[in-house]
């Protein structure tokens, strides 16, 4: 960390054998994000006079390059927290996440969603109400007329391109929604 963790405790006398419970989780975090800048760290108890059933809240305020992550634990939702250790590491998990996210993201291993399959009209049947579609990876798809989604089953054009829904149908895969994508291309 480039300036020093701060730890802050509020409505309630400090303690030492918190204040090292977090200067150790907060030293851990370093293995997830080389590049912390600053860290604050505040305990609160909700009231001042509570002995016992005391609820703590812990929040978290990190700075990292280009960002500020925090974490605020809602002590009123979760009564394990009538422990401050517990609040503690409850948000220190949640931090932990935090930065292994941002960490991913400036790695550039930000989770990516798979568009549909795409593939061509490789076969139209119009007196049987079915087509095929050839795929990237060589496979042939079977498609009902019905399945065709935006546009019309009738104006569909060999090479045509298309994503589409696959589904496992009683004979093999088959697209369940048929989307057209653009102009025929030439089938290869």
Same mark, same amino acid.
């Given at each position: 960390?480039? %300036? $020093? %963790?701060?730890?802050? =405790?509020?409505?309630?006398? &400090?303690?030492?054998? *918190? ?24 305990? /609160? ?23 500020? %992550?925090?974490?605020?634990?809602? $002590? ?7 422990? +401050? ?12 996440? @935090? *930065?292994?996210?941002?960490?991913? @993201? ?10 549909? &399959? ?7 049947? +119009? ?28 104006? *569909?054009? %060999?090479? @045509? +391109?298309?994503? =589409? ?5 009683? /004979?093999? $895969? ?6 057209? /994508?653009?102009?025929p291309q030439p089938l290869e």
């Open positions: 960390m480039q %300036l $020093p %963790l701060e730890i802050t =405790f509020r409505n309630m006398d &400090p303690s030492p054998a *918190l204040e090292d419970n977090i200067r150790e989780k907060a030293g851990k975090l370093e293995r997830y994000c080389d590049r912390i800048m600053s860290c604050r760290v505040a305990v /609160e108890a909700q009231h001042k006079h509570h002995h016992k059933g005391n609820i703590y809240h812990c929040r978290i305020d990190l700075t990292v390059p280009g960002k500020e %992550l925090a974490v605020s634990r809602e $002590p009123h939702k979760d009564h394990s927290h009538e422990d +401050p250790y517990v609040a503690v590491r409850d948000s220190f998990d949640a931090m932990r996440r @935090q *930065l292994e996210a941002f960490a991913r @993201q400036k790695r550039g291993e930000v989770k990516t969603h798979q568009g549909h &399959p795409m593939g061509q009209v490789s076969e139209l049947v +119009p007196e049987q109400d079915f087509g095929r579609i050839g795929t990237v990876d060589g496979r042939d798809i079977y498609f009902h007329r019905n399945s065709v989604v935006n546009g019309d089953f009738n104006e *569909l054009r %060999l090479g @045509q +391109p298309v994503t =589409f829904v696959e589904e496992e149908g009683d /004979e093999g $895969p088959q697209a369940s929604a048929v989307m057209v /994508e653009g102009s």
